[in-house]
C-alpha cells in the first residue's frame, strides 16, 4: 500500500460483467461442436454440480486466503476429512439412507454434511492453533509447515479409517436420474447444484451484508487498519479458518457421495484443482472462484466429450488462457 | 580445499558426520553385502543429488517448487523409453538423456518466465498444477510411457548384472555390472555435487542468496531477479533430470511410481528441509537419514506396533504400522520447519548462520 494509494477517496468498486460471463461463452461455442442438444445439457449440467462442488471446496481456499495471507497446503487434508466424516454418518444412519422416504433419505444428507463441516472446523480451529499461527506472515516457512500439518493428518486418517476405499451408497431418493426427453441429469447433482449454490448466496450475504463480512473484507484490504480501529483481527483470522475448513470438508462429504467411496486420495487431488480455480478466480476473490469453478468445471466435461486426450490438461490450458488474458485472474483483489 | 569451491562444511561434528556418510557410500559394495544395502547406496546417491539441486530452488533462492519430481520424472522417462525402444546401447542412453534434459530445460524455462514474476506463492501453487497434470499424462499416454505399468529395458552390457569386470573376486565381492553402475552413478552424482557446490559459491550464486534475503533490494541493485530465479530454475531442473536418468538406470525400469509420485516431491521437501535449508551439504544429510530410515525404520516401527498390540494399547499399534512411517517424518518435518529451519546442518555448525 503506497501513500498515494491511502490519500485517495474510495474508489467506487465497478462490477466487470464480462469475466463473470466466461462460462456462457465456453458453453455457447462448445455447443455446434457437440452436436446433439440432449448431450450437450446432460454435459453442461453435469458440469455445473462439479463446479459447485469444487465451488464449495475452493471458496474456503480462497478465503483463507484473501484474509489471512495464507496459502493453505493442508485444505486437501480437510476435504478428506469431510468424506470420512460423510461415511461416519451414513454407516449407522444405514436404514435412513435405504428408506423409501423423501424426508429420512435429505435428513441423512443433510446430517453428513453438517457433520462434515461441523467436524472439519473443529480441527480447523486445532490445525490453525497448531500448524498456521506460528508462521503467519512468513510465506516459505507457511507452505512449508501447512504441508507438513497435510503429511500429518493424511497419516492420521489412514491411521484411523485404514487404506482400503470406504463405499458410500447415496440416500434412495437421489439415486437414478431426471429424464427430459433424450437428456438425463442425475438427481444427485440437482442436489449438488442446489447446495453449492447455497453455499455461495450465504458467503455473499455474509461477506456483503453483515458486520462480521464488512470486517473480513476490510481485514483482506488492510489488515493493520481494522486492528488499529479496536478489532481482534486474530479471532476473525481463527474464525475465516474455521469456516474455511468447514467448507472443505462440505465439499469433500459431497463429492464423496457423489463418487460412491470416501478415500484419504482426494484431499490431494482436488487440492490441486481448487488451486487452478483459485488462480483463475483471482486470489482472494470468492465471487472469482464462484466463476472460475464453473468455467474450469465445464472446460472440463466438453474438453472430455470432444477431445478425451486433451481433457486431463484442459484445467491447466485453462488456467494459462485466462492468465495470459488476465495475469491476476477473472476478478482480482485490491492488495493482493 | 579448491574442489569444494572454497566453502568446506564447518563444524567438526558436521565434518565427521559428512565423512562418514561420504566414505560408506564409496566403499559400500564392499562394507556391505546383499542386494539391499547396495540399493539403499544407491537410491541415497540419487537422492543426494535431487535434494542438493532442489536446494539450490528452495534453500538458495528461496522459491517454492513442486515441478522438482517432474524434471526427475523427466530424465527417468528420457532414458528409460530410449532404452527401451533404442536397444541397450550407450549411444541410446545419451540420447535420452540430451532429450530428457532438452525437455526439462523447456518445462523450467516455460514454468520461470510465465509465474516467477509474481510472489514466490504463486510459483508453488503453478508448478503443483503442472506437475499433476504431467503425472496425469505419463499414465494416460500408454501407447508411450506404458501406462501404470511403467516400462522395464535393458541397460548397455558393461552395466549388467551378469557381466564381471575381472574373473576373480576383489576383496571378496564379485566385479558385477550391477557395482559398475553403483560406481557410474557415484561418480556422476559426486560430479553433479561438485557442480552444484561450484555454482552456489559463484557470484551467481550470491545473487540468489540475496534475491532470497530481499528481492525487491535485489532488483534496486540492478540485478534481473526474474532472470537469475528463472536461470535457477533450469540449473535445478537439470540436477532433478540426471538424478532420475540415473535412478532408471539403476533400477532398469521405469514408471510413475518411481519417477513421477507426488509422494517423491513430498520426500525431497523432507530432505532438504530436515538436513538443512540453504546449504548443499544439508542435502547430503537429510537424504542420507531420510532413505536410511525409509528402508530400516519400517523394521523397528513393526516391532513397535507389535510390541503395543501385544499389550493391546488402543490407537497405537495403528500409528507404529511400518506404513505409516512418513507419520512420525511429518512431525519431525513441522518442528523442524518451526525450531531448526537450517536443519541438522544448522545444528551442528551453530557458528554459522544459514537460512532464517
Known sequence: ?336 | MNILSENPPRGRALQILLILIVLALTLAPFLFHGAKALNVAAKTCVMILLAASYDLLLGYTGVVSFAHVMFFGVGAYGVGLALYALGPSWGALALGLAAGAALSLMLALAIGLFSLRVQSIFFAMVTLAVAYAFNVLASQLSDLTGGEDGRSFTVPAVLQPSFRLVHDKVFGVAITGKILTYYLVFAVVAAAFLMLLRVVNSPFGRVLQAIRENPFRAEALGYRTIFHRTLATSISALGATLAGALFSLWLRYVGPDTALSFSIQVDVLVMVVVGGMGSLYGAIIGAALFVFAESYLQDVMAGLSQAAADVSLPLLPALFNPDRWLLWLGLVFVLAVYFAPAGVVGALKADEATWE
Open chain 1, 1 to 336: 500500500m503506497t501513500a498515494l494509494d491511502v490519500g485517495q477517496a474510495l474508489p467506487r468498486r465497478r462490477a466487470e460483467i464480462l469475466p463473470a460471463l466466461t462460462p456462457l461463452i465456453v458453453a455457447l461455442a462448445a455447443a455446434p461442436f457437440i452436436g446433439s442438444f440432449s448431450t450437450f445439457v446432460t454435459l453442461t449440467a453435469a458440469g455445473l454440480a462439479m463446479g459447485m462442488m469444487i465451488f464449495t471446496m475452493a471458496s474456503g481456499l480462497t478465503l483463507v486466503f484473501g484474509m489471512m495471507d495464507v496459502l493453505n497446503f493442508g485444505h486437501g487434508a480437510f476435504i478428506a476429512l469431510g468424506a470420512y466424516a460423510a461415511t461416519l454418518v451414513f454407516a449407522p444412519l444405514m436404514s435412513w439412507s435405504s428408506a423409501d422416504s423423501f424426508a429420512l433419505n435429505l435428513a441423512v444428507f443433510l446430517l453428513a454434511a453438517i457433520a462434515a463441516a461441523l467436524i472439519c472446523g473443529a480441527f480447523g480451529w486445532a490445525f490453525e492453533r497448531l500448524i498456521v499461527r506460528p508462521v503467519y506472515g512468513q510465506h516459505l516457512k507457511q507452505i512449508l509447515a501447512t504441508i507438513g500439518g497435510a503429511i500429518i493428518a493424511e497419516q492420521l486418517l489412514y491411521a484411523l479409517f485404514g487404506p482400503a476405499q470406504i463405499p458410500l451408497t447415496l440416500p434412495r431418493t437421489f439415486e437414478g436420474s431426471f429424464v427430459f426427453g433424450q437428456a438425463a441429469i442425475e438427481k444427485y447433482r440437482v442436489l449438488a447444484t442446489l447446495v453449492g449454490l447455497t453455499v455461495f448466496l450465504g458467503e455473499m450475504l455474509v461477506l456483503n451484508r453483515t458486520k462480521i463480512g464488512l470486517l473480513i473484507r476490510a481485514g483482506v484490504e488492510n489488515r493493520e487498519m481494522v486492528e488499529a480501529l479496536g478489532y481482534r483481527v486474530d479471532r476473525l483470522f481463527v474464525g475465516v479458518f474455521m469456516a474455511g475448513s468447514a467448507l472443505a470438508g462440505l465439499g469433500g462429504a459431497m463429492m464423496a457421495l457423489y463418487r460412491g467411496q470416501a478415500h484419504a486420495a482426494i484431499g490431494g487431488e482436488f487440492l490441486v484443482l481448487c488451486f487452478i480455480v483459485i488462480i483463475i478466480g483471482g486470489l482472494g476473490s470468492v465471487g472469482g472462484s464462484f466463476v472460475a469453478s464453473i468455467l474450469v468445471a465445464l472446460i472440463a466435461n466438453y474438453a472430455g466429450f470432444l477431445v478425451p486426450k486433451l481433457a486431463l490438461v484442459s484445467n491447466i490450458l485453462a488456467m494459462v488462457a485466462v492468465l495470459l488474458w488476465r495475469p491476476r485472474g477473472l476478478y482480482p483483489v485490491s492488495g493482493r
